[in-house]
């Protein structure tokens, strides 16, 4: 549903004890080409992407870190046509090879494991970052700097940004920086909100665009839409959760251990999913009445019970993709009705202020640890299932400041910009008589993933699924530059992260390939634009300048971007 960003002004207040979070006296500290809200890779693709057409750019990251989630956890990129997306993400991806190639060897298991590049350790993506941004003397990044969406944190005149208002969390104290252009990186989509752009939260019904999977849906895991698909709109947000870094090498395991605020009531329908072997996919269709009677034997005895499809061990739990190392990204189990997302409870995460979102991450942290030692040590849970999750730890390298735990939760979905194209599904389906997707003249990025969107509610009695929790195939598409601009008069502001898309639109366009190819487009417009508008911006200049880059802006297999033809093939086949 179409929002309005809030416009009141609040009173002073203190946000999570760093001090007064409004009406701060300013100064202004210096300026800037570009301004980008967040080192997430979209960000820092857009600063490395500004500094390489000479124009000098500031990153602002709330936290003490840079990378965004593929530094906290996401280690299986999550791209479904390897090849679609170029640019400076296959530059990611190279170097991520490349680092395990030269500290291990071409032969190795590292080597292996990387899957060319693909999977990859959190330490060494946060590495592959930084060496980005060292890289570009033009790029500054200033960490701990909070920017709270107020609209009085952002100075606009005469419809552009002209400067931004940050609290320094180290010394509780207001910075204020200018700037030619602003990128709004951030996951949350706070930039938009504070310059009055309109935004969607919530997921539209089919009867708005027939999309398919919209509003309240009830889905088999690969399987069909079950009883309760209503369809309906409604504002719901779909859940969030941590990418965790397990590992079972006893040399590298931390113990996971009790937290501090336990609910054991939370974990409990587990051990009837344990012991009879239910779960959420399709193939509990075909499970007889003999079939539950057998396992019932087999659970007696000690046994664990027979049902097709089920996960095995913590794999219940938790997916879990390997990466080099011994260690794993761990995400939530889409076949379980209980796993590491945790639904309803983030609905009001997007629009909340940090001092909320602050506490959502802590109630979430304790949650996930809370789960893990209950598979791990609960009585009442089967002794075979126990000791295979106890095989299972932290791993010791990995955010050794923070317990070993991620520092990042995984925002799934925040605000989505209202711009001037909203990407739906049918943008990335088979549509036309070709069996591809509609094509973009103005696309900036190929990219393919499934329309892929996490559970909205926890369990309801009789339900196949979770509530959202839900995938559907799709095709290689392009992306639109309108994704990225506002559709509002504000004329210096791109945003690539919080993307214009529906519901089920933005659960493809929200991967980190996605974002990192937007991002580099972003900064690419920001450099090409400069004091002019975004939007009278020369769409073909565009597109040429990132085909210098080897961005992807159609994708064809066998596609060779070192081919000699490869920008006018690309530029001819958009026509």
């Known amino acids: 549903m179409l929002r309005q960003p809030r416009r009141q002004f609040l009173k002073i207040t203190s946000v999570a004890g760093l001090g007064l979070a409004f009406n701060w006296p300013s100064r202004l500290a210096a300026s800037y080409d570009l301004i980008i809200l967040s080192a997430t890779p979209a960000g820092i693709m857009a600063a490395v992407a500004a500094a390489r057409l000479g124009k000098k750019s500031l990153i602002l990251e709330r936290t003490a870190y840079i990378g965004g989630l593929p530094a906290n956890g996401l280690g299986a990129t999550d791209i479904a046509t390897r090849g679609a997306t170029g640019g400076l993400f296959l530059e990611f991806v190279d170097r991520i090879k490349k680092h395990y190639t030269q500290k291990y060897g071409a032969d190795s298991q590292q080597v292996k494991d990387c899957s060319d590049g693909y999977h990859f350790e959190p330490s060494v993506a946060t590495k592959v970052f930084q060496d980005f941004i060292k890289e570009h003397p033009q790029i500054e990044v200033l960490t701990l700097r909070q920017f709270d969406f107020e609209p009085e944190n952002l100075l606009i005149k005469q419809n552009r940004i002209q400067s931004i208002r940050v609290m320094n969390r180290s010394t509780q104290k207001p910075e204020t920086y200018a700037g030619t252009f602003f990128v709004d990186a951030s996951y949350e989509g706070d930039l938009i909100a504070a310059a009055g752009v309109p935004f969607f939260l919530g997921r539209e019904g089919k009867s708005q665009y027939n999309e398919v999977g919209a509003g309240r849906v009830y889905k088999y895991w690969a399987g069909p839409e079950g009883e309760g698909s209503t369809y309906q709109e409604d504002n719901a947000i779909e859940s969030y959760n941590y990418r965790l870094c397990l590992t079972n090498d006893p040399q590298n395991r931390v113990p996971i251990q009790k937290p501090a605020h336990y609910n054991r009531e939370e974990f409990i329908s587990l051990i009837e999913d344990v012991k009879t072997g239910r779960h959420t996919g399709v193939q509990m269709q075909k499970l007889t009445a003999a079939d ?34 011994q260690k794993t990204d761990a995400n939530n189990q889409h076949l379980a009705f209980l796993s590491t997302d945790l639904p309803e409870e983030n609905w009001p995460y997007p629009t909340s202020s940090w001092e909320w979102r602050d506490q959502f991450a802590q109630r979430l ?13 609960d009585a009442e849970l089967p002794e075979w299932f126990r000791k295979q999750c106890l095989e299972w730890g932290w791993a010791k390298d990995e955010y050794t400041d923070n317990g070993h735990f991620p520092r990042q939760l995984y925002v799934r979905e925040g605000r989505r910009m209202k711009g001037k194209y909203i990407f739906k599904a049918q943008d990335a389906q088979a549509v036309g008589e070709d069996g591809k997707p509609p094509l973009h003249a103005d696309s900036v990025t190929a990219s393919h993933y499934a329309l892929d969107s996490h559970a909205v509610r926890k369990r309801e009695k009789g339900r196949v699924h979770l509530d959202g929790f839900l995938s559907y195939p799709s095709k290689v598409y392009t992306v639109p530059f309108r994704v990225m601009v506002p559709d509002s008069a504000i004329e210096n502001l791109l945003c690539p992260v919080a993307a214009s898309a529906t519901h089920i639109g933005f659960s493809t366009l929200r991967m980190e390939p996605c974002w990192m190819a937007l991002g580099q487009a972003a900064g690419t417009a920001a450099a090409l ?26 994708y064809s297999p066998g596609l060779d971007i070192h081919a000699k033809d490869f920008a006018s093939k690309q530029l001819a086949s958009l026509k």
């Open 292 to 325: 539950i009677s057998e396992n019932e034997k087999r659970v007696a005895a000690g046994q664990p019970p027979q049902v097709p499809g089920m996960p095995q061990g913590i794999a219940r739990l938790t997916n879990m993709v390997k990466l080099p190392n």
């Open 365 to 377: 942290r304790e949650y996930t640890e809370g789960l893990f030692y209950f598979a791990q040590n």
């Open 529 to 554: 634009l400069g004091s002019t508008s975004v939007h009278t911006l020369s769409i073909k200049t565009l597109q040429e300048s990132l085909l210098k880059q080897k961005a992807i802006l159609i």
